[in-house]
């Protein structure tokens, strides 16, 4: 009987039939949920993800969920609960993975009779029907399940305890499966089991049939759930990130005046102009217009110090367009510390700049041998992996402390600068001979030579910036 779910999901596979899958985002952001998951699981189908609550999500012609990841500060709210009930026992397919310790995953699991437990003993073991021989992942984590009969064991691990395990829920089916199973990687890198799972997520979705030819759409992060519009800047965000938006907006306002002065110039018309919350203590992003922020980055709202960085950090990424810097990262982050001072946190702020900085001397102790690619001009080694990434970093840090020993302001003078020279007419691309170019003009006298001194291959005549 257990065997026979699995002769399905083969039957299935031959039949390929149409998945609409919705990845859930709004539970717990990651660049791998956000299309990487698909790519890798579900090929030639149609996938969606959802930024906003699940259950504001129209569902209609979705076939599969998928539930990657819960935030501990996060929990399926009742309406959830109610949404994913709804969908399966119309049919619909849900994939939801866990690990032992995610309250929110095991929460949810418990409602159906299964709890992601400690202690998976490998080697994993595949059912036969499944095709593939051996098993990737899943260690450390298996399923207790309440009524063993209703669920179809896929993966069970040495001692016979299941690991991966489906079962029907109305006229659906519902999958419980360690979150180590599925890759993470957010360059989708890593599609491990995808021989298994693709197929078993199709059989999965196969309860309910879509129509591709109908609207099949998810939810981005903008417009969130709710939209405040505060003369221009639009906050946008879940209802489960409701709680946090006040404190969000609130810093993100308080940052903004005092980065403009280090800037020395205003944004860009447009840029910045949308702020997403996104449901992470880890990442964000900055598309120029949009600036996608971790609601609790460095324990915000506990802690600030970390989020203004942070919000800096983005902020920059869209102040410095139309042209990126050749230290995009680095320089978004100097100028998160330099906020940082202003904003009375000079003591943390300086420490990072000490330890960046230091980080570079390690490799280059006179600061005269690489350039920020790792490249020399006498001759040493070329770097490579965490090394280039300590000078990358490092070596910006310190040319931008040495540049501002000279004039406090540079940096806003060097902004200042770009506006008015690197203009999109007159400038085709905006590397580092552009950049000494524009640095020079900002402090009133000519800083190739300097730059060369310390590992630069740079030359004016090479400069599209006169
Ligand atoms: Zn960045």
Not at 121 to 138: D, S
């Amino acid at each position: 009987m257990i065997l026979s779910g699995c002769v399905a999901v083969t039957a299935a596979w031959a039949q390929r039939p149409a998945v609409h899958a919705v990845v859930d985002l709004a539970h717990e952001f990651s660049f791998y949920a956000d299309g990487r998951f698909a790519r890798q699981y579900l090929d030639g189908h149609k996938a969606v993800t959802s930024w906003g609550a699940l259950y504001r999500l129209d569902l209609t012609n979705a076939n599969l969920l998928v539930l990657l990841a819960c935030a501990p500060q996060l929990k399926y709210v009742p309406e959830d609960v109610a949404a994913i009930q709804g969908f399966l026992s119309e049919g619909g397919g849900v994939a939801l993975f866990g690990v032992s310790d995610s309250g929110p995953q095991n929460e949810l699991a418990r409602i159906f009779g299964a709890t992601f437990a400690k202690g998976a003993r490998p080697p994993l073991r595949p059912v036969e029907a499944l095709g593939v021989a051996e098993v990737q992942g899943g260690v450390g984590m298996r399923l207790a399940l309440e009524q063993p009969d209703r669920w179809t064991v896929l993966v069970s691990d040495a001692g016979g305890d299941p690991v991966a395990a489906m079962r029907r829920v109305g006229k659906g089916r519902l999958l419980v499966l360690a979150r180590s199973l599925a890759g993470q990687r957010p360059d989708a890198s890593d599609p491990v089991n995808a021989a298994w799972l693709a197929p078993v997520l199709e059989r999965l979705a196969a309860g309910k049939p879509v129509d591709p030819s109908r609207p099949f759409r998810g939810r981005g992060l903008t417009p969130g759930d709710t939209v405040e519009d505060h003369d221009g800047l639009k906050l946008h965000y879940s209802d489960y990130l409701k709680p946090y938006a006040r404190a969000m907006f609130d810093i993100s306002q308080r940052v903004k005046p005092v980065l403009e002065a280090r800037m020395g110039v205003p944004l860009s018309e447009g840029m910045a102009s949308e702020i997403g919350l996104l449901a992470t203590g880890g990442g964000g992003f900055s598309s120029g217009r949009v600036i996608g922020l971790a609601v609790w980055w460095g324990g915000f709202p506990e802690r600030e110090d970390s989020m203004i960085e942070f919000i800096s950090h983005e902020s920059v990424h869209s102040w410095v367009l139309p042209f990126a810097e050749i230290w995009n990262e680095p320089i978004a982050t100097y100028v998160g510390n330099l906020v940082m001072i202003d904003m009375g946190h000079a003591e943390e702020a300086n420490r990072r700049i000490e330890r960046t900085i230091a980080g570079a001397r390690k490799h280059d102790p006179e600061m005269r041998l690489y350039d920020l690619e790792g490249k020399s001009l006498s001759g040493a080694p070329r770097l490579e992996g965490g090394a280039l990434r300590d000078i990358h970093w490092g070596k910006t840090y310190w040319i931008w402390e040495e540049l501002r020993k000279e004039r406090p302001d540079i940096l806003a003078r060097y902004f200042q600068a770009k506006r008015r020279l690197a203009q999109p007419g007159t400038v085709t691309s905006y590397g580092p001979n552009e950049t000494v170019a524009v640095l020079s003009a900002a402090l009133g006298r000519d800083l190739f030579p300097w730059f060369r001194e310390h590992g630069f291959d740079v030359a004016r005549e090479r400069s599209q910036v006169l």
